[in-house]
């Protein structure tokens, strides 16, 4: 299996834009993770997927914030009129290959890191 | 917020010596997973305990859980250059909840 890949790896974007980060989970994992993580922090669980389905999100999702993961496969995180609080790194987990079972591990990308200018 | 924190927040030791993490949490839990992450890379699991174990052991790691007090903690034995990194502990939240919540963390230095 390949790990979970997400791209861009950095984004430096102006205030006010809208950016787009695309997460491809390891092939055959049901649930999808979006986390932010600031320096000197530990990541902050955004929202989850099992497939399709986005099945829970934080209130740290404000509605500048969208999530999708269409055909259940891999999946966007859009930020719309970003701001210098949105700098941060996102990070993509996956987990649960269909028929195996859960053991709670997470898998992680390597992030996406977004500064916001 | 965060279900864990780790102690202590920062950590020095020389190669060779033993690194010990702490972790405390907050709610009822199934199970707490410590992760690794280096520098500006992203998190890598070392193991996982359940609630109805106390000490779980994987190459140089070691871990313990003591449920009434909830805490936890991490122990590599034997650090090398290489271990330098940050150490998180994690726990879903709750019951039902999909929320794996990770601590602030511990940032591990092994000097060579």
């Known amino acids: 299996d390949t790990g979970v890949s997400q791209d861009p790896r950095h984004k430096i974007t102006k205030r006010g834009q809208n950016v787009t980060f695309r997460c491809d989970p390891i092939s055959e994992h049901n649930r999808l993770y979006w986390y932010r993580q600031t320096l000197g922090q530990g990541p902050e669980f955004l929202t989850y997927?099992?497939?399709?389905?986005?099945?829970?999100k934080s209130r740290l999702l404000s509605d500048r914030f969208s999530a999708e993961r269409p055909k259940g496969s891999f999946s966007t995180l859009e930020i719309q009129r970003t701001e210098q609080g949105d700098s941060a790194m996102y990070l993509c987990?996956?987990?649960?290959?269909?028929?195996?079972?859960?053991?709670?591990?997470?898998?992680f990308g390597e992030g996406s890191r977004l500064t916001v200018l | 917020s965060q279900q864990g924190e780790e102690d202590p927040q920062a950590l020095s030791i020389q190669e060779g010596e033993n690194a010990t993490m702490n972790c405390s949490y907050k709610?009822?839990?199934?199970?707490l997973q410590w992760y690794r992450q280096n520098s500006g890379r992203g998190l890598v699991h070392l193991i996982l305990i359940r609630s109805n174990e106390r000490e779980k052991h994987s190459g140089r790691l070691r871990v313990t859980l003591d449920t009434s007090k909830k805490s936890s903690s991490l122990l590599i034995t034997a650090s090398r250059a290489a271990d330098t990194a940050s150490y998180f502990c994690?726990?879903?939240?709750?019951?039902?909840?999909?929320?794996?919540?990770f601590g602030k963390g511990t940032k591990l230095s092994v000097i060579p």
């Open positions: 987990a996956s987990s649960v290959k269909v028929g195996q079972a859960n053991t709670g591990e997470l898998f």
């Open positions: 994690a726990s879903y939240s709750g019951a039902g909840s999909y929320q794996l919540t």
């Open positions: 997927f099992q497939n399709e389905a986005q099945l829970e």
């Open positions: 709610t009822s839990i199934n199970n």
